[in-house]
């Protein structure tokens, strides 16, 4: 079993964010390979980044660093659920993975994005070389276009053909997430 988090990037109240990250934990939850987790970043509560050292060196200081590193340190996969935000990605998203290096270095990463027309495509594409830059590994996004259609209250209902791309993608990262857990052990242990 692979320890996926879902993380919610959207912090603001209101948001769509957190019924769409709610949806697709569920379809992680249910998917055979995963111990699904769902991380807010609106719990979470990260201070614009505030460490005096490169997080490369892994010398934190604060509290709310340390906590964040051991959360995602026990991770070995991640799904980031963005919005667009001015054909960007939000900057709740880059703050968090600015706080961290090692920590998210060779694990799988997909992209569940919503938004208008775009579904949330540029905000994506904006976050792929980021991602990269930490090493994290992209094994494939979901892009939901006008996606208040299926809003439901606090609820996210989308179409099944949502459901089969979101289960495609964790099928993927399933593959590339198994294959980068025994790297991970293998350079741990050399
Ligand atoms: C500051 C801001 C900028 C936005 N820019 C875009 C955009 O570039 N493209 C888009 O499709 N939607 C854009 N939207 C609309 C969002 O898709 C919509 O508000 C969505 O609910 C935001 O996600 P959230 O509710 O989880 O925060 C923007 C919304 C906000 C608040």
């Not at 603001?12 to 379809?27: H, K, M, Y």
């Not at 939850?29 to 509560?45: P, S």
């Not at 606090?154 to 179409?159: A, S």
């Amino acid at each position: 079993m692979l320890k996926l988090q879902t993380i919610v990037a959207s912090t603001r109240p209101g948001r769509a964010g957190l019924s769409i990250g709610t949806w697709f934990n569920g379809v992680a939850a249910a998917h055979k390979d995963f111990q699904a987790e769902l991380v807010d970043l609106k719990a979470v509560n990260l201070p614009m980044f505030d460490e005096p050292n490169h997080p490369r060196m892994r010398q934190y200081v604060h509290q709310h660093t340390k906590d964040w590193s051991a959360t995602i340190d026990a991770a070995d996969a991640f799904v980031f659920v963005l919005p667009e935000y001015n054909h960007g990605f939000p900057a709740s998203i880059k703050n968090a993975i600015d706080y961290l290096s090692h920590e998210w270095a060779d694990k799988p990463l997909g992209f569940v994005s919503y938004g208008g027309v775009s579904g949330g495509t540029r905000a994506v594409q904006l976050l792929k070389p980021v991602a990269g830059a930490v090493g994290l590994v992209v094994a494939g996004e979901v892009n939901i276009p006008f996606f208040s259609q299926y809003r439901q209250d606090d609820l996210f209902v989308p179409p099944a053909s949502f459901v089969d791309s979101a289960n495609l993608m964790l099928n993927r990262i399933a593959k590339v997430g198994a294959t980068l857990k025994a790297g991970r052990k293998e350079l741990a242990a050399a």
